[in-house]
Structures are given as structure tokens and as C-alpha cells.
């Protein structure tokens, strides 16, 4: 086994992975692992935007509103602060390293999304945001010192004396592995989208951060929370595509399968309501009318508009056999974005010396119990780059204790082993998630998942390659998040149980999972 070192390890290549990495080679040598080619990622299929108040009507104390009001009582209003205040001066970074974000008449171009009470999202290319960000990021990381290793996949977190000292790696073409050591090593490796059979995640989402931080005893926090997106396109033998907010922010709507509109049945804002209320709202529509699927209805608007403004949706279902500008959209909702994560403070530190976590992997508390749009890109600029602030400073650290909020910690529960579980295998563990761990869950239907899944974590066979490491770190974060979904008994933001429909007060307060630590 062959050993590397530098000052900073960064896995996962990104937005918060790329971004950190630009920032970090300023000051000292880093590399950055990732387990596939440089642009396999979340960040790439981004398309609506980054929110950043810009607009002379909006401010950051309005941002700040907004975010803490999607939260749903769980944000930390500390971190939102941060996010908000710091917003403009990550964004201007990003033009600085050329993002090609929309302009008209030399201005930036702002879009409404659901539950922003302005207009304070920007985008590039009308709706490839993502794809521009990580084209543009990867090209100045080539053109620095960085060292980019793809098809490396982190394995393990080394830890000597309570500190990290650097990680294991599978070389996932030779099959061999390979430690590299560090000062400081940040996990950016994305949410877990791939937990759920209905997904607009890409492959390499398969939580594989929060395992690794997990099995090193970092905290992981208010993993219960799962965004579910109302509006992906449901077309017989096509990949889940999503069909971004900002349609509907520019007015479309939705129907059910007898064309009726049905949003300002359920919500005031109707088509504008928070993702929880428009996902959950298909899902009794869909239930009511025995369908798979609602249509989103955009003809009404100037195709101009749709042609120019979602150019990437509109070649998508073109190229499908769907011209928009004339026809339904059918869609239904997928998983989409998850809220927890390893728990950092302010700074992107976790609870172990020399571990940081950024991106969808961290959870800064910045989202709470359900994440306002284009917020995340905006989380992995702003924290990202306090993690590299934070690995300058001489004064100690204070690692994850900073945030003083009311949490729970809890180990994983011992579970009796089943022995009539169906086989362990992604479609079936993405099923049972979809069915008992999706967008309306009940006890009963959890119990049942949170028994299967402990099962088949004690039939796990030793991790050798990928996909073997991939299952294994889903079926922890399978668990995670169904024993905190069990342990949450109320309905929250994303968390909605039919045994507890309602959001009670006693419960505004953060569950948080450690493999060791009961406080
Ligand atoms: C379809 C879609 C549309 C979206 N639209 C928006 C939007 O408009 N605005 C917004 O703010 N957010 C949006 N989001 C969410 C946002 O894109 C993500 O939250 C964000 O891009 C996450 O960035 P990241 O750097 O944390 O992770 P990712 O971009 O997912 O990157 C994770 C990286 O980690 C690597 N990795 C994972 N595990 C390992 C391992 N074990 N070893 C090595 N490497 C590993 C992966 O290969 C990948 O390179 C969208 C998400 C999706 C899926």
C-alpha cells in the first residue's frame, strides 16, 4: 500500500469539492479523490439556480426570512445568517472564476422559485446552472497545481489519537488501495438521492460521506429530513428528469389527470407552495385519480419564453416526443435533496479534529426541516469557504460544540435479525425506502423498514469494489435515516407521518445519530 501526503484532501468534485479546492491551493498542496470521472456529480444536473439577494427590492434580511421559514422551526438561525450575509461575496467568487451567469442588457437575470418572496435566483444558461458551474470550476482546477485522482473512491476515515490523519482509498480500476494522509480532510461527497427508487440524483449519490463520517464516530444530524421534488418527469422508459421550479415560478401549473388545477385546493400559494406541500398534494391527487402522475401545464405561456428560458428542459422533451410549449408535461414527484448530514459548526468542522464536511454531505443547519430552492449551491460556496477560512486560523478548534442546539444524540438501536427478509439488492432497498421511508410514512410502515434494514446490515459481506462499498453505505444511511423518522413522532417540513400529522412543539428540536456517544 502506498502512502501520500499533503495539506488538504478533499473528496468529492463537485461545487463544494471544486470550489474548496480553488480556494485551498492558495495555501497549501491538495488533492482531490473522487470515485468517478470529475463531472459525476449532483452539482452538474442543477438547474434553476443560486439564490443571493441582488435585487433592489430584496435584502438579506429578507433571504433570512424566507430560508427560516421553509425550515419549519428547525433551521439555526445562526448559520441561515451566515449564509445569507455571506451570499453575495461566494457568488462574486464564482464570477470571478468565470461562471457564465444570464445577463440582460449587462445585468444579472433574477427567477422566482417556490416559497422566495422575491426574485432572487440566478442561473446560467437559462436552466443548465449546474452543468456551467462544474464546466467552469473543473476548468480552473485543471489549470492549478491541484491533483484531481478519479475513479478513487474514499473507503475509510483514518483517525490516530482522536485526530484525522487521512483516508483509505479503493482505486476502483486496479482494485488496489492506497492511504493518503493530511492536516485536513473535507468530505464533499453529496447527498444520498440513490436511497429511493424514484430519484433525480446521479448514480454516485449514494451517501458514501455519511457512512465513512459514521463509522468514525462524527455526528450525523436531522438525517430524517428527505426533500422530495414535486415535479419530475414521469415518461414511460426515461430516466427520471426534472422539471425545475422555475417553471412553475414563471407560471405554470398543475392538473390532474382530468386537466383539472388542483394546487389552490391544498395551499394558498398554490403552484408556489413549499416543495413538502406541492409533493404531498400530487401524491393524494395521483392516489385520488389512480394515477402514476399529474401533468404540468405550460402552454398557456409564450413559447418564446420556454424556448429561451428552459432551453435544457425543453431539448430534453423535444427529444422525447414532448413539445412542451404545446403539450402536458406529465410528472410526479422523486427524491431529490437531503437535508442532514454530518453535522458541522459554522466553520464546516465536525466533532473529530481535522474532519470538515461541506455541501450536500454537512448539515450546517442551514436548511432545517426542508431547504428553500437553490439554497444548496448557495450552502456549498458560503461553508465552503469557512472551511478554508477556519484551517488558517492558530486558535484551537471548537470543533462541533458551537452550535448549541436542543439535539438528541442516539446510537443505531439493536434490531433482532429477520429471517424472512427478501435479498439484498439496490432495486429492492431503493423500493422499501420509495414505499415505508418516502414522501408519507407511518410507524407501522417504518417499524417494517427499520427490521428489514438491520437485517440485512448484519448479512453484509466485506466491501471489494464500488458498487459493493455503494450498497453497504446506502443500507447505514437506509437506517439513519428510518430510525430517526421512527424516533421523530410528528410531521414536520419533509417528515410527514399519517400517526402524527401534526407538528408539535416538543419536537422542535434535532435528532443526531453517533456510532459511539450517548450524551
Ligand atoms: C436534478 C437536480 C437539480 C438541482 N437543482 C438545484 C438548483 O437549481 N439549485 C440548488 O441550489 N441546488 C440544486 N440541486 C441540489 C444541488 O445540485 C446539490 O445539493 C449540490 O450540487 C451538491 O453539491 P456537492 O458538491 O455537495 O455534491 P455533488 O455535486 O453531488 O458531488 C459529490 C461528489 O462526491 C463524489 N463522491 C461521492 N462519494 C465518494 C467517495 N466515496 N469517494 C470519492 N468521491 C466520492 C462524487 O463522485 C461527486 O464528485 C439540484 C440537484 C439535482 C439532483
Known amino acids: 500500500m502506498k502512502t501520500n501526503y499533503c495539506d488538504y484532501?478533499?473528496?468529492?468534485?463537485?461545487i463544494a469539492g471544486l470550489y474548496i479546492a480553488l480556494l485551498a491551493v492558495e495555501r497549501?498542496?491538495?488533492?482531490?479523490?473522487?470515485?468517478?470521472?470529475?463531472?459525476?456529480?449532483?452539482?452538474?444536473?442543477?438547474?434553476?439556480?443560486?439564490?443571493?439577494?441582488m435585487d433592489k427590492n430584496d435584502s438579506p434580511e429578507l433571504h433570512f426570512k424566507d430560508t427560516m421559514a421553509a425550515g419549519d422551526g428547525l433551521c439555526d438561525a445562526g448559520a441561515v445568517r451566515i449564509l445569507t450575509d455571506e451570499a453575495a461575496d461566494c457568488v462574486a467568487d464564482l464570477i470571478k472564476f468565470g461562471v457564465p451567469f444570464d445577463t440582460l442588457d449587462g445585468e444579472i437575470t433574477l427567477t422566482k422559485e417556490?416559497?422566495?418572496s422575491v426574485s432572487r435566483i440566478m442561473h446560467a444558461g437559462g436552466d443548465a446552472t449546474g452543468e456551467h458551474i462544474e464546466v467552469t470550476l473543473s476548468r480552473q482546477v485543471r489549470a492549478t497545481p491541484i491533483k484531481v485522482?478519479?475513479?478513487?473512491?474514499?473507503?475509510e476515515i483514518l483517525v490516530q489519537d482522536g485526530k484525522v490523519i487521512g483516508v483509505r482509498a479503493l482505486d476502483c480500476r486496479t482494485?488496489?488501495?492506497?492511504?493518503?494522509?493530511?492536516?485536513?480532510?473535507?468530505?464533499?461527497?453529496?447527498?444520498?438521492?440513490?436511497?429511493?427508487?424514484?430519484?433525480?440524483?446521479?448514480?454516485?449519490?449514494?451517501?458514501?460521506?455519511?457512512?465513512?463520517?459514521?463509522?468514525?464516530?462524527?455526528?450525523?444530524?436531522?438525517?430524517?429530513?428527505?426533500?422530495?421534488?414535486?415535479?419530475?418527469?414521469?415518461?414511460?422508459?426515461?430516466?427520471?428528469?426534472?422539471?425545475?421550479e422555475a417553471v412553475r415560478g414563471e407560471g405554470g401549473l398543475l392538473r390532474n389527470v382530468e386537466g383539472r388545477r388542483f394546487m389552490p385546493d391544498y395551499a394558498a400559494e398554490a403552484e408556489l407552495a413549499a416543495r413538502d406541500i406541492v409533493a404531498r398534494?400530487?401524491?393524494?391527487?395521483?392516489k385520488q385519480n389512480h394515477s402514476d402522475r399529474v401533468f404540468l401545464d405550460a402552454t398557456h405561456l409564450p413559447a418564446r419564453l420556454i424556448t429561451t428560458r428552459f432551453p435544457h428542459i425543453y431539448r430534453f422533451c423535444r427529444d422525447h416526443g414532448l413539445d412542451i410549449t404545446k403539450g402536458l408535461i406529465p410528472v410526479a414527484p422523486a427524491a431529490h435533496y437531503l437535508m442532514g448530514g454530518v453535522k458541522v459548526n459554522s466553520w464546516g468542522e465536525t466533532n473529530i479534529p481535522g474532519l470538515f464536511a461541506a455541501g450536500e454531505t454537512a448539515c450546517t443547519g442551514v436548511h432545517g426541516a426542508n431547504r428553500l430552492a437553490s439554497n444548496s449551491l448557495l450552502e456549498s460556496v458560503v461553508f465552503g469557504k469557512r472551511v478554508v477560512q477556519r484551517t488558517e486560523m492558530t486558535v484551537p478548534s471548537c470543533h462541533c460544540e458551537e452550535r448549541s442546539d436542543t439535539a438528541i444524540s442516539h446510537c443505531l438501536p439493536h434490531r433482532e435479525v429477520l429471517s424472512n427478509v427478501p435479498p439484498l439488492n439496490l432495486p429492492n432497498l431503493q423500493s422499501l425506502m420509495w414505499d415505508k421511508v418516502g414522501i408519507i410514512r407511518s410507524g407501522e410502515g417504518?417499524?417494517?423498514?427499520a427490521g428489514i434494514l438491520a437485517t440485512w446490515q448484519s448479512l453484509l459481506a466485506q466491501s471489494s469494489d464500488r458498487l459493493s462499498y455503494e450498497l453497504n453505505n446506502l443500507v447505514l444511511c437506509a437506517r439513519l435515516v428510518t430510525e430517526a423518522a421512527l424516533l421523530r413522532k410528528e410531521s414536520r417540513g419533509a417528515h410527514f407521518r399519517t400517526d402524527f400529522p401534526r407538528t408539535l412543539p416538543e419536537w422542535q428540536r434535532h435528532v443526531v445519530f453517533r456510532k459511539n456517544v450517548i450524551n
Open 281 to 286: 398534494s400530487i401524491v393524494y391527487e395521483m
Open 149 to 155: 485522482l478519479e475513479d478513487c473512491l474514499a473507503s
Open 114 to 116: 417556490a416559497a422566495h
Open 175 to 244: 482494485g488496489s488501495m492506497e492511504e493518503y494522509h493530511c492536516q485536513f480532510l473535507i468530505l464533499a461527497t453529496g447527498g444520498a438521492g440513490r436511497l429511493f427508487k424514484y430519484t433525480t440524483n446521479s448514480d454516485v449519490v449514494t451517501g458514501d460521506g455519511i457512512a465513512l463520517a459514521f463509522a468514525a464516530d462524527a455526528a450525523i444530524s436531522d438525517i430524517e429530513f428527505f426533500q422530495f421534488h414535486p415535479t419530475v418527469l414521469r415518461l414511460p422508459g426515461v430516466a427520471p428528469f426534472l422539471i425545475s
Open 9 to 14: 484532501i478533499i473528496v468529492g468534485s463537485g
Open 446 to 449: 417504518l417499524e417494517e423498514a
Open 28 to 53: 497549501g498542496s491538495v488533492i482531490v479523490l473522487t470515485k468517478g470521472s470529475i463531472d459525476d456529480c449532483n452539482t452538474r444536473y442543477a438547474q434553476g439556480g443560486i439564490a443571493v439577494a
